[in-house]
């Protein structure tokens, strides 16, 4: 009589056995990258405008909430745009943006003899005055930006631009002088025009 042990084996051995896994034990996987580039970072502006959000909810300081708010809000919805916010320049000019929109708002309701409306748009305004200031972004208004075009419409006449081309090469040569600062566009154009006779 054989052992137990052997006819176990031999039962084993008659029995098909289920196919080995032949997958190695380690898959490899696609390396993941990583970026460092500070393009993804937020703009310094918009991560202290975050830090704001924080204090003002603390301090439950209602009007700052909501110009916060929308000035989160419109980050949020450029974003999703194909002009995202990437710089404080860019971030400073949405809130000029939401600046204008509030300084008209303010004007139609006093208009409108709706008084507790404009007022509670100027404290709007003031309050996007003061994160405007606290940018860290540089300004310029008409004063300085005089010079600067005078300048470009100087070197664009003594390059012989042609007077029909003078507008167009002017406002290039000012591009460099104009990159990361706080700028009305619109402004620049008609000084542009205005100091060189168009």
Same mark, same amino acid.
């Given at each position: ?14 029995? #098909?056995?289920?196919?080995r896994?032949?997958?190695p ?7 993941r990258?990583?970026?460092t ?6 703009? #310094? ?9 924080k ?18 809000? +419109? ?10 916010i ?8 949405l ?8 300084q008209?708002? +303010?004007?139609?309701a ?8 404009? /007022? ?23 004063? /300085? ?54």
């Open positions: 009589m054989a052992p137990k042990h052997s006819t176990r084996l031999l039962a084993a051995l008659r029995w #098909p056995q289920p196919a896994q032949t997958a034990r380690h898959v490899l996987r696609a390396p990258f990583y970026s580039a500070s393009d993804d970072a937020p703009p #310094p502006f918009l991560q202290k405008l975050k830090g704001e959000l204090s003002a909810m603390r301090a439950r300081d209602a009007p700052r909430l909501s110009v916060l708010r929308a000035i989160m809000s +419109a980050s949020l919805n450029a974003s999703k745009t194909s002009a995202p990437k710089t404080d320049v860019q971030l400073v000019t809130v000029r943006k939401i600046q204008k929109n509030s008209d708002a +303010a004007a139609e006093k208009a409108a003899g709706r008084d507790d409306l404009a /007022e509670k748009e100027s404290e709007q305004i003031r309050i996007l005055d003061e994160y405007l200031s606290g940018s860290g972004v540089q300004s310029l208004r008409e004063a /300085e930006l005089k010079p600067l075009i005078q300048d470009a419409v100087e070197a664009s006449k003594s390059a012989g631009t042609a007077a029909k081309s003078l507008v167009g090469d002017v406002m290039k040569r000012l591009a460099a002088a104009l990159e990361g600062k706080d700028v009305d566009r619109k402004q620049v154009a008609n000084l542009v025009k205005q100091l060189t006779g168009q």
